[in-house]
């Protein structure tokens, strides 16, 4: 019996010893597995850090060749800009436009006006201002196009929504106040450079707003005014796309305008106490007996002697206590600064007193 418990003791260690071996054969196994795992993880990560490398290198190379086109470009821009500089066709050009769009080019600062032209002339692949001046008489699209350039139609209803705040919350409740008694309860006002109407129709909503019900009682009228008969007809036709309606909210817009497709269209209750026209606010006589005139961002491309000139047109032409508003960037000039009593000076609103 002793021996055959021996032969069972020595079997039972050397199945342990095979197991043990075993379990030792398996771990060296999986730590080599680990092992070439984690080599295989440095490997990938390697590879991604060089694909990554390789393009951020091509990243950088895309960029400074694209600075080096846009620098080719301005270079060729400036080149360009001299050239056109040096070109005496130039004067001719501005005594052509003057004479057949009746548009006033003395009257601009310079360096902006033949910014603006400049930009048809490149527009249209001309090398001088002779080659492009035979293009205008040719071409009666091209005047269009020109005119567009040179009066530069940016706009959005309450442009500046902080102006517009004070206009509404101030301005307006003192305007029907001061009508209130009165047997003819008119109160006029006027957007001198309206462009496509987004600034007409913002002063409509905010006095269609604060009368209500009242409105028959006065007698609103606001005309708006431009040189460029183009964006009048648009203007008249009161059709937007959404991004120009911005900064108006969801009820605003659904009280004062219709959906049609991807535009919006103003309705007719704002139409009615509204006007455009016509009107060259350097050449032409200056309308009068208005409550508010506001004329923002036009000026500012005019003249300094220009822009007084105008500013005491529009003094005359306010009502005694009517209010003034000017374009963030613009200031009163000369005698003009003493004309009017300031009102709100960071919103540039200003009073006549007298």
Partial sequence: MKPDKYRLETDAEKIKTEREREKIKTEREREKIKTEREREKIKTEREREKIKTEREREKIKTEREREKIKTEREREKIKTERDFEEDSGFELLKRVITESTGFNCEQYKEAHFRRRVNVRVRATGSESYEEYLKLLRKSSIEHEYLIKALTINVSEFFRNPETFEVIEKEVVPFLIKSRSDSLVKSIRIWSAGCATGEEVYSLAILFHRALGKDLDKYRISIIGTDIDTISLEKARKGIYPENVLKNIDAS???????????????????????????????????????????????????????????????????????????????????????????????????????
């Fill in 252 to 354: 605003t817009r659904e009280k004062y305008f219709v959906k049609k497709g991807e535009t919006y269209q103003v309705l007719d209750q704002l139409r009615s106490i509204i006007r455009f026209k016509r009107h060259d606010m350097i050449s032409e006589s200056c309308i009068d007996h208005f409550d508010l005139i506001i004329c923002r961002n036009v000026m500012i491309y005019f003249k300094k002697e220009i822009q007084e000139k105008l500013q005491l047109n529009f003094h005359r032409a306010l009502n005694k206590k009517g209010f003034f508003v000017i374009g963030k960037a613009e200031t009163l000039l000369g005698t003009a600064s003493n004309r009017f009593k300031p009102y709100n000076a960071r919103e540039r609103l200003y009073l006549k007193e007298n």
